[in-house]
C-alpha cells in the first residue's frame, strides 16, 4: 500500500526490489503494486530460466543452468575461479541446502549433499573442466542417469568421484585455467 501511494504521487519511475524468484512473483508483483519495473538478483543468480515465459522443465533442474552458466564462462572467463564457485553455490543452493526440507541437517557430513556442498568451495576447483565435473557428480549422486545431459557429461555421470575431481585440477592444460587479478 506504500508503494501505491508512492506511485500515484511520484513522477519517477519506482522499481520494486526484493524477493522475486520467478517470473509469476514479477507479475503478480507489478500487477499488486503497479511499480513500472522490479529487480530480481537473487532468483535470476539462481536460474535466469525461471523468468521466461514458458521454461522448458528440465531447466529448472541445477544441473541445466549450470552447465549453460560454465559454458558462458568458458566463452568469456571471469577474472577468477571464485566468480565461477559463487554462482554455482546460487544455482545448486536449493538442491543441496533444501530450506523446505525439515529432515535435512546441514551439519551432517554423511549427507551427500552437505558434502557436495563444501566440495564446492574447496581452493583447488579452478578449471571449467573440474566445474563440469562437479556438475556430473551432483547428477550421479542426486541418482539422475545424465541422459538429457550433452554427452560431454552423461559420459562422466558413471565414473566420476570427489577424487577424480580434485586430480583433474592436477592435469596440466586441462579446461580453461584462471588467472588471479591483484
Avoid at 73 to 90: F, T
Avoid at 152 to 170: M, Q, W
Amino acid at each position: 500500500s506504500e508503494i501505491v501511494a508512492a506511485l500515484s504521487s511520484s513522477r519517477l519511475p519506482i522499481v520494486l526490489n526484493g524477493g522475486i524468484s520467478n517470473r509469476r512473483d514479477a507479475e503478480a508483483a507489478l500487477e499488486r503494486t503497479g511499480c513500472h519495473a522490479v529487480m530480481a538478483a537473487t532468483g535470476y543468480l539462481r536460474n535466469h530460466r525461471r523468468y521466461e515465459s514458458s521454461p522448458e522443465p528440465s531447466f529448472f533442474d541445477p544441473q541445466h543452468a549450470a552447465l549453460e552458466y560454465l559454458d558462458a564462462a568458458e566463452r568469456h572467463p571471469p577474472p577468477s575461479y571464485l566468480y565461477i564457485q559463487k554462482h554455482l553455490r546460487w544455482i545448486f543452493r536449493d538442491a543441496l541446502r533444501p530450506e523446505d526440507d525439515p529432515g535435512f541437517d546441514g551439519s551432517d557430513y554423511s549427507d551427500w549433499r552437505v558434502r557436495l556442498w563444501t566440495f564446492l568451495v574447496r581452493p583447488y576447483l579452478r578449471s571449467v573442466d573440474q566445474f563440469r565435473m562437479f556438475v556430473a557428480l551432483y547428477v550421479r549422486l542426486s541418482g539422475g542417469d545424465g541422459r538429457e545431459l550433452p554427452q560431454s557429461i552423461r559420459r562422466l555421470v558413471d565414473e566420476v568421484t570427489f577424487g577424480s575431481v580434485k586430480k583433474a585440477g592436477k592435469v596440466i592444460g586441462r579446461g580453461t585455467q584462471f588467472m588471479e587479478l591483484h
